[in-house]
Nanobody, 123 residues
């Protein structure tokens, strides 16, 4: 059974940083495209960033604007999202997701999802 477990969320002030982690089990991690998505209260879920199986290809949504960095450690089955220069607009539940079968960062293409970690940014 596949499990994706996020951690690293929390409450920080505007301008601060957080590093999210997602540990995967029950799948061959290196075979999966991995991604971060988020859902803010009253808004639709949206993609944040995705990374290819090897880690060589990375995609970021425009709103990231160079503030976030996605990475993965295939030896540890772990996905990361370093988030800097956070603003209240980044407040959301952040989800880790996995996809097998080609690079995509669309939520409907993802095969497995974690339960999320909450990020709250105060002004």
């Amino acid at each position: 059974q596949v499990h994706l477990v996020e951690s690293g969320g929390g409450s920080v002030q505007s301008g601060g940083s957080l590093r999210l982690s997602c540990v995967a089990s029950g799948l061959t991690f290196v075979d999966y495209v991995m991604g971060w998505f988020r859902k803010a209260p009253g808004k639709e879920r949206e993609a944040v960033s995705c990374i290819s199986e090897s880690g060589l290809d990375r995609y970021y949504e425009a709103f990231v604007k160079g503030r976030f960095t996605i990475s993965r450690d295939n030896t540890k089955n772990t996905l990361y999202l370093q988030m800097d220069s956070l603003s209240p607009e980044d407040t959301a539940m952040y989800y880790c997701a996995a996809r097998r079968g080609g690079f995509s960062c669309r939520d409907y293409d993802m095969d497995f999802w974690g339960k999320g970690t909450l990020v709250t940014i105060s002004s």
